[in-house]
């Protein structure tokens, strides 16, 4: 009788053995995304932020939306991210005749990072990308006609 319970005893501690305690191998992290960076635009021609700090080769994620209430053909607004050392000004310059490419110019390709496409009203888009590993300053702008000389720019800096 004595084994016996020695027996069951042994069993019960043995069934009950780690209760309580957390399984490892399943709850491990998940992978943290990518840091999301929200833009709002409007009718105003103005991105609401103009200024982005990233580490380098950090994940990163934009969401532009458009706040606005006026057509895209009137008042579309894009965000475009282009290489540190670009010419900003020759960019928009060129994209002014990218209408079908909306307003992408297809010779400036290169120059681009990441983009959100063209959005009309109460419209968002989301550009993932990784930030560049060198520290510089990249320019982005709004390649709608006007947008860029009214203001509509900002920089991501990589330090």
């Not at 004595?2 to 709850?27: E, M, N, Y």
């Not at 606005?68 to 060129?94: F, I, N, R």
């Amino acid at each position: 009788m004595k084994a016996r319970l020695i027996f069951v005893s042994a069993l019960v501690a043995l069934a009950t053995a780690g209760c309580g305690q957390k399984d490892s191998s399943s709850t491990a992290a998940a992978p943290a995304g990518p840091r999301e960076i929200d833009i709002t635009a409007g009718d105003t021609m103005k991105y609401d932020v103009t200024q982005i700090d990233a580490k380098p080769g950090e994940d990163l994620k934009v969401v532009l939306t458009n706040v606005g209430t006026q057509p895209v053909e009137v008042m579309g607004h894009d965000w475009v991210l282009l290489k540190a050392g670009s010419d900003v000004a020759a960019y928009d310059s060129a994209a002014l005749t990218a209408k079908d490419t909306g307003y992408i110019p297809d010779s400036l390709k290169g120059e681009v990072i990441a983009q959100i496409a063209l959005l009309g009203p109460r419209k968002s888009g989301e550009a993932d990308f990784t930030a560049p590993t060198v520290p510089g300053d990249y320019p982005y702008l709004c390649t709608f006609p006007a947008h860029y000389q009214t203001g509509m720019k900002g920089t991501l800096t990589v330090k």
